[in-house]
Each structure stands twice: as C-alpha cells, then as structure tokens.
C-alpha cells in the first residue's frame, strides 16, 4: 500500500487538482490510443514515478500488475491466440496502476480536502471524505478486536461452508453494533459545530493555484476529452 | 444532509473496508463489501445508501492503490438502490424473503459486473476469480461465459449471506436505533 510521500516533484508542488487532471490524462491515453500504441503510456507512467522521485511506487505497483500480465497473456494469448488483445489490456491496467500510486504518492489527503473546500465543493463532501479516512482504520481495529474476542471465547472459523457463514454472524454483529453505539455522541457534536448551518466553510491552508497550474489543469483535461472524441468518431 | 447521517456514513464505510478482515478469518470466497451500504439503505434510505457506496468504492480505491475498483462503482449504487427498494417493501422480515431478495440481487449485481469485468480488464479482476474464469474457459467455456459464470457464483453467494448477516443484524438492532431510524422498523415488516 503506498501513502503520501513526503517530496517536491512536479506533482507534489502543484495545485492537487492540477495532479489529478494529469493523472486523468494519462490513464484516459491508455485507454483511447487505438493498438499497441497504448504501450508507450506505460512508459509515460514510469517516467512520472521517477520524475516525482517516489521509487517506493514500484514496490507496490509491479505486484499489482504482474498477476493481470499473466492472466492476461494466458487467457487472450495462450488459450484465445490473440497475444496483441492480452499485451493492450495488460499495458492499459499497469498504466493506470502507476498513475494513480503516484498520484497518491504526491498529493496529501488533507490538501485534496481542502483544495475541494477552497474550490467552494459542498461541506458534506469534504468531511465524509476526510472523517472516512479516520474511521476506516479505527473500524478495521474494531473488527481485529472482535475476532479476538470471539476467538477467546471459543469461535471457530473453519470446517465446512455453513459452520464459516455461521461464524459471520458473532463477528459482524457486534462490530456494526458498536460503530452503532458512539452515533448519538458524534451527531450531538456535529450539530453543536454548525456542520450543517449552510455558510461556505473556509479552508485553514488553501494549496496555491497561480496561472500556470490552471493552464496545465485545463489543458490536460481539454486533451484527455479530445482523446475520447478522437478514440470514438476517428479510430 | 443531516448530522445524523453525516455521522453515520463515515460509520458505514468503515465497515464495509473491515469486513474484509473477518472475511479471511472465516475463508470464505466472498467479499460482504456492501454490508455497510445495505446497513445505511434500511436506516436511512436509499440516497444516503448512493453517497455510502460511491464513498466506500472511491476510499477502496484510494486505500488500496488500485484503481480498477472505481470501474466498479455502478455496482455499489446498485446496490443501494436496490436494498432501499426491498427494505421499503418490508424485504427482512423473515430469513427466506430476505434470502432470496439476496440472490435477486446476487444476479443483478453479476449481470452489471460482468461487462465491466470483461471488456474492459479482459476477464481478470482479482486472483481468485481469474483463477475460477481459466478453468471454465480450459474446460471449453468462451471466454464471455466464463466470466459470466464465475461472476454470478461469487455475486449469489456474496449477496445472500450480505443479506442473511443483515436480517441478524436488524433483529439485534436496540429500540433506541430503531427509534432513531424509523425505516428499519419498515425493512423487518412492521409499519
């Protein structure tokens, strides 16, 4: 799994909107170049990834997209005789694949957050986005504690299909019923700051957006929609 | 959108990402990814279901660096739609009725995600169900089929037992949530 990477490449200094359209463009050539030609995306990814100097990216990105090769290449070429369909499908994932890590990699989730504040999106977005963030990890400790717990007492997970659906049972109730619990409390206290008063909120640290990272924003995003007309009226 | 529900969701998409880990514990092929969703279509309805599923499949993606999970979107809002539907007509109030809304589902949900899985990822969208989609093209399924039939084994089976855990759940449920959440009391058939 690949996190913000601390760094000053390209992508990390510019507007997160301006990173996610570049990233936008990419994938969608991955997906709009007609043939083999989609290969060179692959390249254009791994250049990203060493621009951005974030090489922990491949770490997690070649174990993602080896298995798609083989069961790719298998299923189109070995046993469909249509190598090119197996080799287009394979570059079109890894390169997405790429993109995306090193967008992860060089845009923060609190920049994001509140580059979509300072961009006037509505409150609710950017708080289920950023209170998600924070409850996932704490659900996911929940869950471990249950299985734990349930474990302690003499739960066993295995044997046959109905004994494990069975088991789901002692596992996922009381972990749904104690996300349940702390509801009234965390309402109390949203309703006490005003989240839903309807006044635009105001970002604590808007990211810059001077000219030249509009101009690459909206350029990247006019190219990637001439992409699509291309892909769909030409080739 | 009330405060109530911004705190719910949140809650709720936790739950569908830690599901995964109960899942492995007991081993079973399935992923109980949309619990949390069908959780939030009983309480709260089925547009607070749309904004829990497209959340919980955008958070998926970001968490585990791959991005192939957001194509499969229009699952999760299949999903809520559908479950405020059948909670709406009092779909939980008994085991078999919730059992085969489950598997209506389970068709539904293999019917949108098989396209997704084959024209666009080419038939491979994870280990395992690649795996099951080699052996049924090796034994002469098309390719088409195979995908096809590998998705509605593990869509079946996934969405019943979603369903199943559900109804324990809502019969669990204490009066305070349920006062709380008035829908629920519709989903288990009581006006």
């Given at each position: 799994m690949v996190g913000y990477i601390p760094g000053d490449g390209p992508m990390h200094r510019t507007h997160p909107l301006t990173a996610l359209s570049i990233v936008v463009l990419v994938a969608t050539g991955a997906f709009a170049v007609p043939g083999m030609w989609n290969t060179a995306f692959v390249g254009v990814a791994v250049v990203l990834v060493l621009v951005e100097r974030v090489p922990r990216v491949f770490k997690t990105a070649v174990p993602l997209a080896l298995p798609f090769w083989f069961f790719l290449l298998l299923l189109?070429?070995?046993?469909?005789?249509d190598w090119q369909r197996g080799v287009i499908l394979a570059a079109r994932i890894t390169t997405m694949v790429f993109v995306f890590l090193v967008f992860l990699a060089s845009v923060h989730p609190a920049r994001l957050v509140e580059a979509f504040v300072a961009k006037k999106a509505p409150f609710f977005v950017a708080f289920l986005f950023a209170a998600t963030l924070q409850a996932v990890p704490d659900l996911r400790s929940r869950a471990a504690a249950v299985l734990e717990a349930q474990r302690c007492r003499g739960l066993r997970a295995g044997g046959g299909l109905a004994n494990r659906v069975g088991a789901l049972v002692p596992l996922t109730v009381p972990l749904v019923m104690s996300a349940l619990a702390g509801l009234d409390e965390k309402t109390v206290a949203l309703e006490t700051r005003g989240a839903t008063g309807g006044a635009a909120k105001t970002p604590l640290n808007p990211p810059a957006d001077p000219l030249s990272s509009r101009i690459v924003r909206w350029s990247s995003l006019l190219a990637a929609v001439v992409l699509v007309w291309t892909r769909v009226t030409l080739w | 959108m009330s405060p109530r529900l911004l705190a719910l969701i949140p809650l709720a998409v936790g739950i569908n990402l830690a599901m995964g880990l109960i899942v492995q514990a007991v081993g079973l092929p399935i992923f109980l990814d949309t619990i949390g969703t069908v959780l939030v279509a009983v309480l709260a309805g089925s547009r607070a279901a749309v904004v829990t599923g497209t959340l919980s499949q955008t958070v998926f993606t970001v968490l585990s660096?791959?991005?192939?999970?957001?194509?499969?979107?229009p699952l999760q809002v299949t999903v809520a739609l559908y479950a405020g539907f059948v909670a709406s007509k009092g779909g939980f109030r008994s085991l078999p009725t919730a059992v085969l809304w489950g598997i209506g589902l389970g068709i539904l949900a293999a019917t949108l995600s098989w396209p997704i899985s084959f024209h666009v990822f080419g038939g491979v969208t994870s280990v395992g169900m690649a795996l099951v989609v080699t052996v049924l093209e090796f034994i002469g399924a098309p390719l088409g089929v195979a995908v096809y039939a590998a998705s509605m084994m593990v869509d079946i089976t996934d969405k019943m037992v979603t369903f199943i855990m559900l109804r324990s759940l809502l019969v669990s449920l204490p009066r305070r949530v349920v006062g709380r959440f008035p829908r629920s009391a519709v989903a288990m058939g009581s006006d």
């Amino acid at each position: 799994m690949v996190g913000y990477i601390p760094g000053d490449g390209p992508m990390h200094r510019t507007h997160p909107l301006t990173a996610l359209s570049i990233v936008v463009l990419v994938a969608t050539g991955a997906f709009a170049v007609p043939g083999m030609w989609n290969t060179a995306f692959v390249g254009v990814a791994v250049v990203l990834v060493l621009v951005e100097r974030v090489p922990r990216v491949f770490k997690t990105a070649v174990p993602l997209a080896l298995p798609f090769w083989f069961f790719l290449l298998l299923l189109h070429g070995l046993m469909g005789d249509d190598w090119q369909r197996g080799v287009i499908l394979a570059a079109r994932i890894t390169t997405m694949v790429f993109v995306f890590l090193v967008f992860l990699a060089s845009v923060h989730p609190a920049r994001l957050v509140e580059a979509f504040v300072a961009k006037k999106a509505p409150f609710f977005v950017a708080f289920l986005f950023a209170a998600t963030l924070q409850a996932v990890p704490d659900l996911r400790s929940r869950a471990a504690a249950v299985l734990e717990a349930q474990r302690c007492r003499g739960l066993r997970a295995g044997g046959g299909l109905a004994n494990r659906v069975g088991a789901l049972v002692p596992l996922t109730v009381p972990l749904v019923m104690s996300a349940l619990a702390g509801l009234d409390e965390k309402t109390v206290a949203l309703e006490t700051r005003g989240a839903t008063g309807g006044a635009a909120k105001t970002p604590l640290n808007p990211p810059a957006d001077p000219l030249s990272s509009r101009i690459v924003r909206w350029s990247s995003l006019l190219a990637a929609v001439v992409l699509v007309w291309t892909r769909v009226t030409l080739w | 959108m009330s405060p109530r529900l911004l705190a719910l969701i949140p809650l709720a998409v936790g739950i569908n990402l830690a599901m995964g880990l109960i899942v492995q514990a007991v081993g079973l092929p399935i992923f109980l990814d949309t619990i949390g969703t069908v959780l939030v279509a009983v309480l709260a309805g089925s547009r607070a279901a749309v904004v829990t599923g497209t959340l919980s499949q955008t958070v998926f993606t970001v968490l585990s660096g791959n991005p192939m999970w957001l194509y499969f979107l229009p699952l999760q809002v299949t999903v809520a739609l559908y479950a405020g539907f059948v909670a709406s007509k009092g779909g939980f109030r008994s085991l078999p009725t919730a059992v085969l809304w489950g598997i209506g589902l389970g068709i539904l949900a293999a019917t949108l995600s098989w396209p997704i899985s084959f024209h666009v990822f080419g038939g491979v969208t994870s280990v395992g169900m690649a795996l099951v989609v080699t052996v049924l093209e090796f034994i002469g399924a098309p390719l088409g089929v195979a995908v096809y039939a590998a998705s509605m084994m593990v869509d079946i089976t996934d969405k019943m037992v979603t369903f199943i855990m559900l109804r324990s759940l809502l019969v669990s449920l204490p009066r305070r949530v349920v006062g709380r959440f008035p829908r629920s009391a519709v989903a288990m058939g009581s006006d």
